[in-house]
């Protein structure tokens, strides 16, 4: 049995999907399942990472694990595991554990105190690290309906997103295989692209002609997305005006593992284009 946490999120979601497809037995963990819409044959379990107690009764019968990482708990989490009997975890991590200081870096230091926490419980592992992910886009879906505009800090700054499903191929196939136990995967989409590059695809993906409205500093943190702390945008802002000069790498670790290469963000704005309509 394979039991997925964050199975409502994006990632998360395309992780079940891909294991019911494949004919696993999997156990989704959602705050309401009754409204999760999980695939048919997938049994749905309540539960909340931020509480991991309620998570105990989750893992019965349980021996792979796709944990979202959670803002805390992780220890207790990978203990409960340990002790359930689960032989293998697969982390939804962060390249920001091997780019950024922790000690002053939110992001890093969330994931980098998962990742230990999966290690210490002595549990195998397989720790996935997304640089940036496409769907981060999404946050721009509001206004592009309502205005056909899209604000935000310095348009030049250069990304590497990639497709969560992509993540999720990568996902299951370390859940599925124990040749990838004990790595860590840093996983980016196939070439690098501006932020007004991705507005653009997102136009050609809706037929529809957007505006790039370009944001201070300050107006893009008093902007930030609601339930955003200040010093998470702000550690944001710092990546995003240094990718301006200095592009992300690119991996081909998505091929490696699952033998396709990864997906285009236009491609991801043409499987996600109703979100923008």
Same mark, same amino acid.
């Given at each position: ?63 792979? /694990?796709?944990?979202?990482?959670? #803002?805390?708990? &992780?220890?207790?989490? %990978?203990?409960?595991? +340990?002790?359930? !009997? $689960?032989? =293998? ?38 720790? /996935?690290?997304?640089?940036?992910? #496409?769907?981060? &886009?999404?946050?721009? %879906?509001?206004?592009? +309906?309502?205005? !056909? $505009?899209? =604000? ?126």
């Amino acid at each position: 049995m394979i039991l997925v946490t964050g199975a409502t999120g994006n990632v998360g979601r395309c992780v079940v999907r891909r294991l019911a497809q494949a004919g696993e037995r999997v156990r989704a963990v959602a705050r309401d399942p009754s409204a999760a819409g999980f695939p048919a044959g997938v049994q749905a379990c309540a539960g909340d990472l931020s509480a991991p107690g309620s998570l105990a009764h989750a893992f019965e019968g349980v021996d792979r /694990l796709f944990l979202f990482t959670p #803002a805390s708990g &992780a220890g207790l989490i %990978a203990r409960v595991a +340990r002790e359930a !009997g $689960v032989r =293998r975890v697969v982390l939804l991590s962060s390249a920001a554990t091997q780019k950024a200081d922790p000690r002053i870096n939110p992001i890093a230091a969330r994931h980098a105190a998962a990742e230990a926490a999966v290690r210490e419980a002595g549990l195998g592992w397989t720790f /996935l690290r997304p640089d940036s992910f #496409a769907a981060n &886009a999404c946050a721009w %879906a509001d206004s592009i +309906r309502r205005e !056909g $505009v899209v =604000r935000a800090a310095y348009p030049d700054a250069q990304r590497n997103p990639i497709h969560e499903d992509d993540v999720a191929a990568v996902a299951v196939a370390a859940l599925l295989d124990a040749a990838h136990e004990n790595r860590a995967y840093p996983l980016t989409g196939p070439a690098v692209i501006t932020q007004a590059g991705q507005v653009r695809a997102i136009a050609e993906a809706i037929g529809k002609p957007l505006r790039f409205e370009v944001l201070t500093r300050e107006q893009a943190l008093a902007a930030r997305p609601a339930g955003t702390p200040v010093e998470v945008a702000e550690r944001l802002l710092d990546y995003a005006l240094k990718s301006v000069a200095t592009a992300p790498a690119i991996t081909d670790a998505v091929e490696r593992v699952t033998g396709r290469p990864a997906r285009p963000f236009a491609e991801w704005a043409r499987d996600r284009a109703a979100a923008f309509r």
